[in-house]
Nanobody, 124 residues
Framework: QVQVQESGGGLVQAGGSLRLSCQVS????????MGWFRQGPGKEREGVAC????????YYVDSVKGRFSISKDNAQGTLYLQMNDLKPEDTAMYYC?????????????????WGQGTRVTVSS
């Protein structure tokens, strides 16, 4: 059984930083990709970043380039999203998701396994 669990959200002032973590277990595929999505108040879900597990492809949505970075601990099965210089418009529920196979995708429907989400609130 595949399990995806996010953590690390919270309340932060604009300009601050947070690091989200995503623990995944139960995936037995050699190739898969992990992505971060977010859904802000009144907004549609948006693909934020993606990393191929044991691969090299990285993806960032334009609005977070230069501020967010994705990293992973292969041994621990953990994906991280370091978020710096946070802005009020980054306020959202952030979700971690896993898709079988490569490459990365910014499309939510490509991902089969989802966590429950962790809330990020950025105050101005």
């Amino acid at each position: 059984q595949v399990q995806v669990q996010e953590s690390g959200g919270g309340l932060v002032q604009a300009g601050g930083s947070l690091r989200l973590s995503c623990q995944v277990s139960g995936l037995t595929f050699d190739k898969y990709a992990m992505g971060w999505f977010r859904q802000g108040p009144g907004k549609e879900r948006e693909g934020v970043a993606c990393s191929e597990w044991r691969g090299s492809m990285l993806y960032y949505v334009d609005s977070v380039k230069g501020r967010f970075s994705i990293s992973k601990d292969n041994a621990q099965g953990t994906l991280y999203l370091q978020m710096n210089d946070l802005k009020p418009e980054d306020t959202a529920m952030y979700y971690c998701a896993a898709k079988t196979g490569w490459p990365c995708s910014a499309v939510g429907s490509a991902y089969r396994y989802w966590g429950q989400g962790t809330r990020v609130t950025v105050s101005s």
